[in-house]
């Protein structure tokens, strides 16, 4: 059942294309089949569905929808655009930068993906850019700067090493590592994208001159307040998204009724009954089938970049924070000795960079939140093109996992080397 989970993945996404059809619908449709051929009930299948997520992706669509009403989000993005100047090219080091400052210093990866991703959006809506390639680069900054030593994330690594008796010299090449990975991809995608043939000549810069209103000012505050209570007092994103919509639903500033009708139900759709069908073919063995395929091929050359793949794949399906990094983390050691050598410093920073890079697929945050931010953002995205842009996502993690493994044979030992 293993190989044929992954048939019918690769089935489902030619089928939503050639009939048209919302992946997510027919991702749903799929996992019952194959869920009830795999001997699940309808209530396990049920529950691989992601509440979590549902309620992020409804509480921050709902949130930015409300804030996206007042103009606030075309207005900020407007004016970073117009103080580049002729110099749009700037445009994306400054996605990545914000994302790589936002993480870096100290709240990790996770709480600042909502600002980044439907700030970058917004300017590359304004600028012309790719919204996908500059959603991911903000996100690529994001996942730059969260191994610091005193993020959540590096606490993570240097808890894991420490239990391995790597208790120095681990942090540094794992977070050098981490910045070169992303940095680097940045770059392809920028080229992959075409990036380079936006013009200043095709923006308008006249927003420079225009004052924001009062009810934007408190729409962007709002935004802000949601983001210190996520990272300073530990709320949920989701549900404090909720509570801050609310309040300005009862301030007038935005209307309930054009909000809801705005928050893009079918892009929700496809990332949650995809993310269905993923768990169920994890059941199968599908994710297991691919896993064990890089494993046994692994030696002491290849035992970093194999175990980054396996970790971006992992990704896939799960938390690279919460499940993939305590689950191979401690495991690098024993990994490197059973193939007679490598460094384990170097097997730990492929593994962080493997669980990061995965993200951007539409079944993770980074990438769910590119591709709902950006059809709220334009509201006339057909179905057809909804799908377009969620393979899109697809490839790129699966050009971002390959990727890690390219990049930990060229640079994990040498991050070591000069950093370890």
Not at 110 to 134: D, E, Q, R
């Amino acid at each position: 059942m293993d190989i044929i989970s992954l048939i019918v993945f690769v089935v489902l996404i030619a089928l939503a294309f050639w009939r048209k059809t919302n992946m997510g619908v027919l991702a749903f449709a799929a996992a019952l089949i194959l869920g009830r051929i795999l001997g699940m009930t309808d209530k396990e299948i049920v529950k691989t569905l992601s509440s979590s997520l549902f309620v992020t992706l409804t509480g921050i669509t709902l949130l930015f929808a409300a804030v996206n009403s007042t103009g606030a989000f075309e207005m900020l993005s407007h004016k970073i655009v117009a103080i580049t100047g002729k110099r749009v090219w700037v445009l994306p080091i400054i996605a990545y930068l914000v994302g790589f400052v936002l993480s870096a210093i100290g709240p990790g990866a996770i709480p600042p993906t909502t600002l980044v991703v439907t700030l970058t959006v917004s300017i590359a809506i304004s600028a012309g850019y790719n919204p996908i390639m500059m959603g991911i680069i903000g996100g690529l900054g994001l996942m730059g700067g969260r191994v610091c030593a005193w993020t959540p994330e590096g606490a993570l690594v240097s808890e894991l090493a420490a239990a391995q008796g790597l208790e120095t010299g681990v942090i540094l090449p794992v977070f050098a590592f981490q910045i070169i990975t992303t940095v680097l991809f940045a770059i392809g995608l920028f080229f992959a994208f075409k990036g380079y043939k936006v013009k200043a000549d095709n923006v308008n810069f006249t927003t420079t001159k225009v004052k924001a209103t009062r009810n934007q000012i408190i729409a962007l505050i709002s935004v802000v307040v949601m983001l210190v209570m996520v990272m300073v007092f530990d709320f949920d994103v989701g549900l404090i998204s909720f509570l801050i919509a609310v309040v300005l639903f009862l301030l007038g500033l935005a209307d309930d009724s054009a909000s809801i009708k705005a928050v893009p139900w079918g892009t929700i759709m496809m990332i949650l009954g995809v993310g269905v069908l993923m768990s169920v073919i994890s059941t199968a063995g599908g994710i297991d089938l691919l896993c064990n395929m890089l494993s046994n091929v692994m030696s002491k050359s290849t035992v970093a970049p194999f175990t980054g793949i396996t970790a971006g794949i992992m990704s896939l399906v799960s938390s690279g924070f919460g499940v993939v990094y305590p689950t191979l983390l401690p495991m690098s050691t024993e990994l490197v000795n059973s193939v007679g050598g490598g460094d384990p410093v170097a097997v730990m920073a492929a593994i962080v960079a493997g669980g990061s890079l995965a993200g951007f697929s539409p079944m993770s945050t980074c990438g769910a939140l590119t591709l709902s931010t950006m059809v709220g953002l334009r509201g006339n995205m057909s179905k057809q093109e909804q799908n377009k842009s969620f393979v899109a996502l697809i490839v790129i993690a699966a050009c971002a996992i390959i990727w890690v493994g390219i990049s930990a044979f060229l640079f994990s030992g040498l991050c070591v080397s000069i950093f370890g």
